[in-house]
């Protein structure tokens, strides 16, 4: 079984069992990747679509966890991972006609979003560099 690494200058904020389509909040989520986060905040604000604000408010919370947790400026935080991926689907059953049922479906999804704080990194893969000569 493989162990995941933490990397140095990266913080996260999960999003799980969103009611919403994954393909709808990937939409969003292509737009936003690689941003910094006062442009991405700015994106979310602007954009039509109903996955904005769940979005909106995990990369809110990430840079929460980034400033309250290790310190990070909010100025210098970059999206360096968000992807989304499918939660369980929620199954009803409505009344139809003839005392039949039909089934409606409510897919669901997780959402990772993944900050990375540009200055510390740089400046770890400088010490790294000298640490290892």
């Keep these: 079984m493989k162990k995941k690494r933490k990397l140095y200058g990266e913080v996260y904020a999960v999003g799980k069992y969103i009611c919403m389509s994954p393909q709808k909040a990937r939409r969003v989520i292509d737009q936003i990747r690689g ?61 139809r006609a003839r005392g039949r049922s039909y089934l409606i479906k409510r897919p669901t999804c997780h959402i990772t979003i993944v900050l990375k704080d540009i200055y510390v990194d740089e400046e770890y893969e400088k010490y790294k560099k000298y640490l290892f000569l």
């Design 35 to 95: 941003r910094s986060y006062e442009e991405t905040l700015m994106i979310l604000e602007l954009m039509p679509y109903r996955a904005c604000y769940p979005i909106f408010k995990l990369i809110y919370s990430a840079a929460a966890n980034a400033s309250h947790n290790k310190g990070f400026n909010e100025d210098n935080l970059v999206i360096s991972k968000a992807e989304v991926s499918e939660g369980t689907i929620m199954k009803k059953l409505k009344p």
